[in-house]
Each structure stands twice: as C-alpha cells, then as structure tokens.
C-alpha cells in the first residue's frame, strides 16, 4: 500500500530563515513521482516542486528546494529566505507511474512565518 | 489560460437533499480528478474520469455518490441523500495525459450540510 507520512504537524519559521519539512513515503514501486503542494488560507492548491523517482538530482525551483533520498524513501523541502507570504499548509504528495492517475497527499505540515 | 473552474465555491444542504459539484478542467485537460479534504485532513482521491469514462473510481463511496465527465461540459460529481458527514471540502484536479502529467487543482467546493 502507498502511503506518505508528514510527521511535523506544525512548523515555524522566521522571515528570511530557511525551513525544512519532512516527507516520507512507501512504496513497493519503482517508478513513481512526488510532489509539494501548498495550501495557503484561500484553500487553493498550488503546487510547490515536482519529483521525478527516476532523477538523482534534486529538483530546485527558485527558493524551493527538495532532498530525495530514494533508499530511505524520505523527499524533504527545504524553503529558504522564508517570506511571510510562504505561511501555508504543506501537502507532500505521491503518485505510481503508470496510467492511474491517483496522488496520495501526507496529512500536511502548517508553516507559520514569523516578521 | 485560465486554471481549472469548480463551482460553487460553496454550497449548503439539508440533509437528503443532492449535492452537484461542477468541475471544469483546464483547456486541453482531458483527464480529471476528483479529491475530499476532511477537515484538518489531507486531500483523499475519490474518482479518476476521461472524456465520457470512469478510469478509476476506487476512492469513491459505493452508495450515494457518482461521477461523470460528459463529452461536452463540466465533470459532475453528485452526491444524494447527503449526510452531516459529507461535510467536507471537494477538490478536482486536471491534466493532460496521464503518467507523466503534474494535476493542476480548482479552488474547491466547500459543502456543507445543516
């Protein structure tokens, strides 16, 4: 069974700091991908970083960053120069690669950033 | 390019009464997704449906609910008979294709029931 486990249920962060949050899944699959979504108060889901299992390199979008550690089936994200507007929920995300389409989301982390 | 449309944004019902969530994918998005958000949960997939298919509906509830995604218009996510326990926030997502494509979500529909 795929599962994704977000073991930090709340987070702080001051504004310029860097953040790590955990994620860590199982999984019996070889191909697979992961993502970070964040939820802000509107609700809205937006993704954050995608994953491929298959990249040793770790993805990057500008201040987002992510450590995959495929053996320990561990995909933190790291978000430095932590700005106020990056207070949200947190969403690690999974999905098989094959034809269903299904994510399978942690119970997420609230990030709170503090001026 | 606009995202992907759900509406209503919000929705309130009786119990018994039915519940209609509309989802109108991204353009060219011929793959949708349909989520529940619990409160103080993460999102849970209900249904996968193409164009006029259901792909998967594994995560969906046997009774009461259905789906569908029409060859023209919205996908429909329908719940009858609504309970206070369907009171939750519906996610769709879209994309593309299939394996390799990332989902892009609406805003949600958050319903209520009195």
């Known amino acids: 069974a795929q599962t994704v486990t977000q073991s930090q249920p709340e987070m702080s962060v001051q504004e310029a700091e860097t953040v790590t949050l955990s994620c860590t899944y199982d999984?019996?699959?070889?191909?697979?991908?992961l993502f970070w979504y964040k939820q802000p108060p509107s609700r809205q889901m937006i993704l954050v970083i995608r994953?491929?299992?298959?990249?040793?390199q770790n993805a990057t979008e500008n201040r987002f960053s992510v450590n995959f550690q495929k053996a320990a089936k561990s995909f933190s994200l790291k978000i430095s120069d932590s700005q106020l507007g990056d207070a949200a929920m947190y969403f690690c995300?999974?999905?098989?690669?094959?034809?269903?389409?299904?994510?399978?989301f942690g119970r997420g982390t609230q990030l709170t950033v503090w001026p | 390019n606009a995202g992907v449309m759900q509406n209503p944004r919000h929705l309130v019902r009786r119990r018994g009464q039915e519940a209609r969530l509309r989802c109108s994918p991204m353009?060219?998005?011929?793959?949708v997704y349909w989520y529940r958000q619990l409160p103080e949960e993460g999102l849970k997939f209900m249904v996968y449906?193409?164009?006029?298919?259901?792909?998967?509906e594994s995560g969906m509830p046997k009774e009461r609910f259905s789906a569908e995604f029409p060859k023209e218009g919205p996908s429909i996510l329908r719940i009858q008979q609504v309970v206070r326990g369907d009171s939750a926030a519906y996610f769709c997502?879209?994309?593309?294709?299939?394996?390799?494509?990332?989902?892009?979500f609406g805003p949600g529909t958050r319903l209520t029931v009195l």
């Open positions: 997502a879209s994309s593309p294709g299939a394996a390799a494509d990332t989902q892009y």
């Open positions: 999984t019996s699959e070889s191909d697979y991908y």
């Open positions: 994953q491929e299992a298959y990249k040793q």
């Open positions: 995300a999974y999905r098989v690669g094959s034809t269903l389409g299904r994510l399978y």
């Open positions: 353009k060219g998005h011929s793959h």
């Open positions: 449906l193409q164009k006029e298919n259901i792909i998967d």
